[in-house]
């Protein structure tokens, strides 16, 4: 097996262990049967064993900004782009709900994650706001961030423990979101609900 392939193996099965346990007692040999090697593959794959998590987090925040960013590079008006991105996140959140439950159990509490937040939506806010696209002011920035972050994190929770559909969750809640943001009604309706793209794969070194 490539040292590549071994550690994807190896942080996918480290998501779905921390996604279910958190990060406590996460053992090496735990780690290697869930991901079906040998303990010394994991040695020889991964360089501490203990910054496993921060690893993995990082990881994957920086897969889904790429993935976000070129998924919608086509989409000129930041308010679409800001609407397919929370949507994505929670269209993901069903179709990997191991990576689902990873990603709100710890978005509020990992440096990394946190930042998936205030990355491509921050920019996206901010050109918006350039456009004259919302009504809020500057000092309610931090506020706007934090609902949409808030926003997108519950809706997921709502998909991957089955009490909506993605896609049905995902239009009321970016909805009512680009309505608080000053977005007419109509037209928040009508973003939220548009054809969403696919979510585009992207290689991360």
Not at 89 to 103: K, L, Q, S, T, Y
Request: aromatic letters at 6%; charged letters at 25%; hydrophobic letters at 45%.
């Amino acid at each position: 097996m490539s040292p590549s392939r071994a550690q994807a193996r190896i942080h996918d099965a480290a998501l779905q262990l921390f996604a279910e346990k958190g990060t406590e007692d996460l053992s090496v040999t735990e780690l290697a049967k869930a991901a079906g090697i040998a303990r010394g593959t994991i040695y020889n794959n991964i360089e501490s064993p203990e910054s496993l998590f921060e690893d993995v987090a990082g990881e994957l925040a920086t897969e889904m900004h790429r993935r976000v960013v070129e998924s919608y590079a086509t989409v000129e008006d930041p308010v679409e782009r800001l609407a397919h991105g929370m949507r994505f996140h929670i269209r993901r959140a069903h179709d990997e709900p191991a990576w689902g439950r990873f990603i709100t159990r710890f978005a509020f509490s990992n440096a990394p994650l946190e930042a998936m937040w205030t990355g491509p939506p921050m920019r996206d806010v901010l050109t918006g706001m350039a456009l004259g696209r919302y009504d809020f002011s500057e000092a309610q920035i931090p506020a706007v961030l934090a609902m949409i972050g808030g926003t997108s994190v519950a809706t997921m929770v709502l998909v991957v423990e089955g009490h909506r559909s993605w896609r049905d969750a995902g239009a009321d809640s970016v909805e009512l979101v680009l309505r608080a943001m000053g977005i007419d009604p109509k037209e928040a309706r009508t973003i939220a609900c548009s054809d969403l793209p696919p979510l585009l794969e992207v290689q991360v070194s």
